[in-house]
């Protein structure tokens, strides 16, 4: 065979043949193991990735609730708050109300017992009036005659009658 610039198609296919087998050894030792482990790596770290996205998603969520039930929790305060205010005004003056009721009881108490000491003392003094007057009577009865102190007597009698 005659061919030009003497290429010799033989030789060419046999390093076309040393090529391809070279190529397929090298593939299958060291594309293949290589490829397989950068694919590993590669879910290895998206899983990574993803679970830290979820963690996040997950984080931000608990945030919210968080946050959502602090506000609750600072309005449930609130409204606790107003109601123990508005129990222990309703107390107060509930205990203003007891208060005033016993000082008007002790007040009533005490008029009445200024009132029993006031006709006590009273009586007392008209019982030592009496006494006095019956001394006096019996005293003018003893210095003077009988008669004229009866006379003064009556008069006098009649006179408180009067008076009173």
């Given at each position: 065979?005659?061919?030009?610039?003497?290429?010799?198609?033989?030789?060419?296919?046999?390093?076309?043949?040393?090529?391809?087998?070279?190529?397929?050894?090298?593939?299958?030792?060291?594309?293949?193991?290589?490829?397989?482990?950068?694919?590993?790596?590669?879910?290895?770290?998206?899983?990574?990735?993803?679970?830290?996205?979820?963690?996040?998603?997950?984080?931000?969520?608990?945030?919210?609730?968080?946050?959502?039930?602090?506000?609750?929790?600072?309005?449930?305060?609130?409204?606790?708050?107003?109601?123990?205010?508005?129990?222990?005004?309703?107390?107060?003056a509930q205990s203003m109300i007891l208060a005033k009721q016993e000082a008007d009881k002790i007040i009533s108490e005490a008029y009445k017992k200024a009132k029993n000491e006031r006709n006590i003392i009273i009586s007392e003094a008209q019982d030592e009036i009496t006494d006095m007057v019956t001394r006096a009577t019996e005293k003018i009865i003893l210095e003077s005659g009988v008669s004229e102190s009866y006379e003064q007597f009556l008069t006098a009698v009649e006179r408180s009658n009067e008076n009173e």
């Open positions: 065979m005659n061919v030009p610039l003497n290429i010799d198609w033989q030789q060419i296919l046999l390093h076309l043949l040393n090529f391809v087998i070279l190529f397929a050894i090298l593939n299958f030792l060291l594309y293949n193991p290589v490829k397989k482990f950068m694919d590993k790596r590669f879910e290895y770290y998206k899983g990574i990735d993803d679970e830290a996205k979820k963690n996040l998603q997950q984080a931000e969520e608990m945030k919210k609730k968080y946050a959502e039930k602090l506000h609750s929790a600072d309005s449930e305060i609130e409204e606790k708050r107003q109601a123990s205010n508005k129990a222990l005004s309703e107390k107060a």
